[in-house]
């Protein structure tokens, strides 16, 4: 039962499907432990190139996006990892930043 999990494993995030209690505790926790790992940057990415935006649902997490006439404004948080990739597509004067949680 549940009250056994949680003292077999007292740091777990319990969650339930049903009615995503616990949920937003799961998501920040999963951003505690990408901090070190992900930076954030703000990119325009030409609306021919949706292969970007879907890197971005793939390997980071996207905190604002609009569609503008010039193209798709984004907000994220990328890998470190995969700043080459995005460096392109950066907004010109926005370098990533380290993001610290």
């Known amino acids: 039962d549940l009250q056994r999990a949680r ?3 007292p740091d777990a995030i ?3 499907a049903h009615t995503r209690e616990g949920v937003p505790a799961l998501e920040e926790r999963c ?8 930076g954030s940057a703000e990119l325009l990415v030409p609306p021919h190139r949706y292969d970007v935006i879907a890197k971005l649902h793939a390997l980071g997490h996207i ?3 609009d569609h503008r ?3 798709i404004y984004v907000r994220a948080r990328i890998p470190l990892t995969q700043t080459g990739f995005f460096e392109p597509f950066m907004i010109k004067g926005e370098a990533v930043t380290q993001s610290v949680s």
């Open 31 to 38: 951003l505690e432990l990408m901090a070190g790992t992900q």
């Open 69 to 71: 006439d010039d193209g």
């Open 63 to 65: 905190q604002e996006q």
């Open 7 to 9: 003292l077999l494993v």
């Open 14 to 16: 319990f969650i339930s």
